[in-house]
């Protein structure tokens, strides 16, 4: 009955809606082609954490250059250092939307690579892992004015620290906090 489904889908051009990350290279097109300026630029700081329980304020810290002195070692590495806003921004040009959490969860079931977690850094190009672990994702509410929260962990989590790489962590932030494990991942095939 599922090869059914599936060769009834591919018939009927209809595709199961996945989850991209968002590169550095993919943001960078996004900033080319807008000249937007991210929450981190305006502030002109943002969070860099060293692990779970140290972090700091690092001025000059933005998408460009995450912790605040050099630019990421590689394109296809997670943007980080944006906010739910900025991540707004970019789907409205991209034309995409971002997961509600119930919707990430439910599609990063179909991920078999393995998870890049439990303090076993550093963050890794996104076509090499999981999507859950190496960054936080901030997803979109599933309600109107409800929090924003962040799903997948990063590689910062493990067991015995946040543990965000189960569905059932609850961690929130605000439209403009960026960090240099915040990123974000779209919705393809909606």
């Known amino acids: 009955m599922p090869l059914f489904f599936l060769g009834l889908s591919f018939f009927l051009g209809v595709q199961t809606p996945q989850l991209k990350p968002v590169t ?19 502030y002109g700081w943002s969070i860099v954490q060293q692990d779970v329980y140290r972090y700091t304020t690092v001025w000059g810290a933005y998408w ?15 943007v980080t250092q944006v906010s739910y806003a900025d991540a707004e921004a970019y789907c409205q040009w991209a034309g995409v939307r971002l997961p509600t959490y119930s919707e990430y969860w439910r599609w990063v079931k179909m991920d078999s690579r393995p998870i890049q977690s439990d303090n076993k850094g550093p963050i890794v190009p996104v076509d090499r892992v999981n999507i859950v672990g ?50 974000f991942s779209v919705v393809l095939n909606p």
């Open 64 to 78: 460009c250059q995450p912790d605040g002195e050099k630019p990421p070692a590689s394109e296809n590495l997670p």
């Open 134 to 183: 190496n960054v936080w994702d901030i997803t979109q509410p599933e309600e109107k004015n409800a929090p924003i929260r962040l799903a997948g962990g990063s590689v910062f989590c493990s067991p015995m620290t946040c543990h965000g790489t189960v569905s059932d962590r609850e961690l929130y932030v605000d439209a403009q906090t960026a960090n240099i494990h915040i990123g």
């Open 24 to 42: 550095v290279a993919d943001f960078e097109r996004f900033i080319n082609a807008t000249q937007y300026i991210t929450d981190a630029e305006r």
